[in-house]
C-alpha cells in the first residue's frame, strides 16, 4: 500500500495545480469484491464523484462496514 500511495500521489501532482497539495490520509482500508461484482465496482467508481455529492465518504465507508459486520472505532477511521 505504501508503494501505491506513494506513486498515485506523485501522478496526481502531475495533473495540474489544484492537485499540488494533495496527500493521502494516515491509513487505509482494503475491501475485496467477488468477480460476478467488479462491473457493479467500476460504474461505482466511475460515478464517484456524483455519488457522493449525495453521500459523503465518510458515511459510505461507516454504511459499508456496518453492512459488512466489521466492527469499528470512529477514534481510528479519520485522521
Do not use: C, P
Not at 499540488?20 to 469484491?33: E, L, M, N, P
Not at 453492512?67 to 472505532?73: A, P, R, T, V
Request: glycine share 4%; hydrophobic share 30%.
Amino acid at each position: 500500500m505504501e508503494e501505491v500511495k506513494k506513486r498515485s500521489s506523485k501522478w496526481i501532482k502531475t495533473k495540474g495545480d489544484e492537485y499540488r497539495d494533495f496527500q493521502w490520509q494516515a491509513g487505509y482500508g482494503a475491501f475485496s469484491v467477488s468477480q460476478s461484482a467488479v462491473s457493479e465496482v467500476r460504474e461505482y467508481i466511475a460515478n464517484q464523484r456524483t455519488h457522493h455529492q449525495e453521500r459523503d465518504f465518510q458515511n459510505e465507508l461507516r454504511s459499508l462496514l456496518r453492512k459488512s459486520q466489521i466492527e469499528f472505532d470512529e477514534r481510528y477511521l479519520w485522521d
